[in-house]
C-alpha cells in the first residue's frame, strides 16, 4: 500500500496550492482520509479529514474557510485546496488513510497509512 502526495512548493503569502494524494496497493473507497501536517519544531496536526463517502469533514480552527478537502473514490485520491495561503501554514503535508472502516477520525493514531509527505512553504 503507498499513498503518493504532490503538489506542494513554494507560494507567496495569500495565493493558492492544490495537494493531491494517489493511493495504490489498496481501495480506500470505506476509509476515512485525511491531511495532516508537521511545521518546523511542532508535532504533526490533523488539517483536514473526510468521510468515506464525502458527507462529512472535519477542518481545523486554523484552517476553516481557506482550505477544502475532496476526494474521488474513484480514481482512489484525496485532495486539499488550499487558499489564502498565510507563512503559519509552512509545513510538511502528509496524506492518511483510516485504519477502520466508515469512521471520521480527527485524530493522528486513529490513522494507519501515511504517505511520505510533501513540503509547502508560504513567504511573506
Known amino acids: 500500500v503507498r499513498l503518493l502526495e504532490s503538489g506542494g512548493g513554494l507560494v507567496q503569502t495569500g495565493l493558492s496550492l492544490r495537494l493531491s494524494c494517489v493511493a495504490s496497493g489498496r481501495a480506500f473507497s470505506r476509509n476515512g482520509m485525511g491531511w495532516f501536517r508537521r511545521a518546523p519544531g511542532k508535532e504533526r496536526e490533523m488539517v483536514a479529514v473526510?468521510?468515506?463517502?464525502?458527507?462529512?469533514?472535519l477542518y481545523a480552527d486554523s484552517v476553516k474557510g481557506r482550505f477544502t478537502i475532496y476526494r474521488a473514490n474513484s480514481e482512489n485520491t484525496v485532495s486539499l485546496q488550499m487558499d489564502n495561503l498565510k507563512p503559519e501554514d509552512t509545513a510538511v503535508y502528509y496524506c492518511?488513510?483510516?485504519?477502520?472502516?466508515?469512521?471520521?477520525?480527527?485524530?493522528?493514531?486513529?490513522?494507519?497509512?501515511w504517505g511520505q509527505g510533501t513540503l509547502v512553504t508560504v513567504s511573506s
Open positions: 473526510i468521510s468515506w463517502d464525502s458527507n462529512s469533514a
Open positions: 492518511a488513510a483510516d485504519r477502520e472502516w466508515y469512521r471520521l477520525g480527527s485524530e493522528e493514531r486513529q490513522y494507519e497509512y
